[in-house]
């Protein structure tokens, strides 16, 4: 499974880009898929999550200001960031847990997506 993350970018605190991730390969493995953010000199962090009946969690920083859907039939998976302030300034990744199963074995993995930055400045 390969990730694609887009939409990243500078953008002004108040303003509400959109990204996406896109996902390619086995994608009939993927199961929950998330978005994760690692700003400078700090530790990659969860913002939200969609499992594959759509449900979801968000951090407690984004709660309210984020969305996170996901189209199974596209193999895409979005995040609306709405309100941004400069503490939202990170690279922020996509994730996607996978189960592959065959007659021999099964396996289990997650695959990250390269990365997108997003920078809240004015």
């Known amino acids: 499974v390969q990730l694609q993350a887009s939409g990243g970018g500078l953008v002004q605190p108040g303003e509400s880009p959109r990204l996406t991730c896109t996902a390619s390969?086995?994608?009939?493995?993927?199961?929950?898929m998330a978005w994760y953010r690692q700003a400078a000199g700090k530790q990659r962090e969860l913002v939200a999550s969609?499992?594959?009946?759509?449900?979801?969690n968000y951090a407690d920083s984004v709660k309210g200001r984020f969305a996170i859907s996901r189209d199974n039939a596209k193999n895409t998976m979005s995040l609306q960031m709405n309100s941004l302030k400069p503490e939202d300034t990170a690279v922020y990744f996509c994730n996607a847990g996978v189960v592959i199963i065959t007659p021999a074995t099964t396996e289990a993995f997650y695959a990250w997506g390269q990365g997108t930055l997003v920078t809240v400045s004015s």
């Open positions: 969609i499992s594959k009946d759509r449900s979801t």
């Open positions: 390969g086995s994608t009939s493995g993927i199961r929950t």
